[in-house]
T-cell receptor, first 110, second 113 residues
Framework: SQQGEEDPQALSIQEGENATMNCSYK?????LQWYRQNSGRGLVHLIL?????REKHSGRLRVTLDTSKKSSSLLITASRAADTASYFC??????????FGAGTTVTVRA | NAGVTQTPKFQVLKTGQSMTLQCAQD?????MYWYRQDPGMGLRLIYY???????DKGEVPNGYNVSRLNKREFSLRLESAAPSQTSVYFC????????????FGDGTRLSIL
């Protein structure tokens, strides 16, 4: 069963705008990870945030984690066409097995 | 540096045929995983191998078997393919299980008629 649920399912933005997507989960976690998947390719790891961390940055990416609300958000700033992809959150809960959500599909329009 | 390599990239099978999907990683990782991805459902874990010599069931193991051939290679076998196993299969590896990023191959697209 999916532990993480992303919202929205799809997002369309103009190049240069920011994109925000959210992930909610059900049970306590050890860490939460975000991945990107370009069409026809495998997943690429973006950021791992541990349960005792609240915010993490990597380049134009900002991830927040609120364990009291069991939710996380991924912000992509100043989006580019190359950011067009599906984004997945994955939670690491029991026995260190990752559980993936269904993803948010982001389209960046030129 | 190839990372995680999966073969084949595409395959069409008839119901009842058998097939082995191959996966190899060159990052000296201890843990390896097999997932399937179906439309609108995210990835689901089929089997994983926490370290060489061990394998464990994931969320959807029925109809599959795995072999951790050595530290580099982890294969997935469909003994008698069924249409419900039509999916995209991804192999991944990580340094250890837990609290680690996973590195994915580009997938095997499998259709069962």
């Amino acid at each position: 069963s999916q532990q993480g649920e992303e919202d929205p399912q799809a997002l369309s933005i103009q190049e240069g705008e920011n994109a925000t997507m959210n992930c909610s989960y059900k049970t306590s976690i050890n860490n939460l990870q975000w991945y990107r998947q370009n069409s026809g390719r495998g997943l690429v790891h973006l950021i791992l945030i541990r349960s005792n961390e609240r915010e993490k940055h990597s380049g134009r990416l900002r991830v927040t984690l609120d364990t009291s609300k069991k939710s996380s958000s991924l912000l992509i700033t100043a989006s580019r066409a190359a950011d067009t992809a599906s984004y997945f959150c994955a939670t690491d809960a029991r026995d260190y097995k990752l559980s993936f959500g269904a993803g948010t599909t982001v389209t960046v329009r030129a | 540096n190839a990372g995680v390599t999966q073969t084949p990239k595409f395959q069409v099978l008839k119901t009842g045929q058998s097939m082995t999907l191959q996966c190899a990683q060159d990052m000296n990782h201890n843990s390896m995983y097999w997932y399937r991805q179906d439309p609108g459902m995210g990835l689901r874990l089929i089997y994983y191998s926490a370290s060489e010599g061990t394998t464990d069931k994931g969320e959807v193991p029925n109809g599959y078997n795995v072999s951790r051939l050595n530290k580099r290679e982890f294969s997935l076998r469909l003994e008698s393919a069924a249409p419900s196993q039509t999916s995209v299969y991804f192999c991944a590896s990580s340094e250890w299980k837990g609290n680690q990023p996973q590195h994915f191959g580009d997938g095997t697209r499998l259709s069962i008629l």
